[in-house]
């Protein structure tokens, strides 16, 4: 039986609740209509090619079928059957591979992926999830908060514990190293890890609170199972990692390490911009979401609407495809069933200071956690009383009172305001 382009197209198409559906955007190249564009990603995302093929009727099974063009969205299924259980590098590979190099479309992007049931099972999921990292932490109700020390790089090993110290005697939950900061010779992994555990513990015991360190393991793969288990030989309990920049499968390894020593994972989102910022082509950030919550990550960047690109509608996307049970459909976004996964807290970040985190809490809600660096240690009389300041303002909203007016009664908080007003850093 001869496989042509046009197989791959069929509108009269029901999929089925074992396909994986993805919702591509397509521009067509000049010359190629709409559905012939979609036929083309749909033939290389499964098991076409540029020519006929006399191909046996079991391989036609497994064509993936474009079902549903509208408004230039095209809906593509994806038979199980095409994918390897607990292989997210494969996946990726299938539904994210050859294709945004076809000359028959000028842009592609994926939207979205509606995961099924049984592909989903057979990861691990997030082991601590929201419920889990405020148990954790002890943070009941308020938005969990974290702080990179600013500079980002460049401290030495007692002078990051310092910051992380004045951090968390001020009220953040969670120093946070960030993406570029790993194993460097003015502050060796080991040496920060030891030095700034022991400043969390002090600070545990001034304050009679729960702290925690996000360090970045990110490394070659044996090296970042190695620095994982120094992490659980240390008494911390939360691993920081790149995802993208360690690939899929570095992740799934991680997870599986972290699986063994009951460890926390806080996925960082370095390179997303590079596929997901132009809005008509590349890979949607809320995939990424999708993608890190089947894995196992408990917590994620998913944008503040600071200083970075990133709107209300994406953030909210991003959020919702963290933190939902379940999701309808709606424009650019698939309907999704988590099937009991464990929700992500979406970390927002980017550009944040007291003056602008209500509008994040009234899109999102309080299981969030809000991460300021600059916001934090740019206070007027410093890290510790930035890192008050922020912690008044979360106060706050989570009470319902303005922020303006408890900045009258909280010198820190009225001393931020006074410097960033609501002013969003470009």
Known sequence: MIIRY?????????????????????????????????????SESSNGTWTGLDVPE?????????????????????????????????????????????????A?????????????????????????????????????????PKPKTGYYPDEHAKVGFDAWTGGIDLLKDDENLTGQDFNPFKKRLATSLKSMRAAEEETGDKKSYLVNVTAETNEMLRRTRLVKESGNDFV???????????????????????LAIHAH??????????????VSM??????????????????????????????????????????KPSSGVLAQKWFGVKPLMGCCSGGLHPGIVKPLIDLLGPDIMVQAGGGVHGHPRGTHYGAMALTQALEAIVKGKKVSEYAESHAELRQALDKWGSTIPK
């Open 269 to 282: 989102r370095a390179f997303h911009s590079t596929f997901d910022r132009v809005p008509d082509h590349g």
């Open 6 to 42: 046009s197989d791959f197209l069929d509108l009269k198409y029901k999929p089925s609740r074992d396909d994986l559906v993805c919702l591509f955007r397509i521009d067509p190249a000049k010359g190629f209509s709409m559905k012939e564009s979609a036929a083309r990603v749909a």
């Open 58 to 106: 079991h391989i036609r099974d497994l064509s993936a079928k474009c079902y549903k063009i509208d408004k230039g969205l095209a809906w593509i299924a994806y038979p199980l059957e095409l994918f390897e259980n607990f292989n997210m590098p494969q996946v990726v590979s299938s539904i994210m591979g050859n294709i945004f190099g076809m000359k028959a479309v000028d």
């Open 286 to 327: 809320k995939v990424i979401v999708e993608m890190a919550r089947v894995i196992g990550t408990d917590t994620i960047h998913i944008g503040g609407m600071g200083k970075l690109v990133g709107g209300k509608r994406e953030v909210g996307d991003n959020h919702l495809k963290a933190s939902s049970k379940s999701n």
């Open 240 to 262: 920081m990692v790149d995802l993208l920049t360690v690939g899929w499968a570095g992740l799934q390894t991680l997870r599986e390490e972290t699986g063994k020593l009951g």
């Open 108 to 148: 592609l992007r994926l939207e979205d992926v509606k995961w099924p049931k049984k592909l989903i099972k057979s990861f691990k999921g997030p082991q601590f999830g929201i419920k889990g990292i405020r148990k954790l932490l002890g943070v009941k109700k308020r938005p969990v908060t974290a702080t990179v």
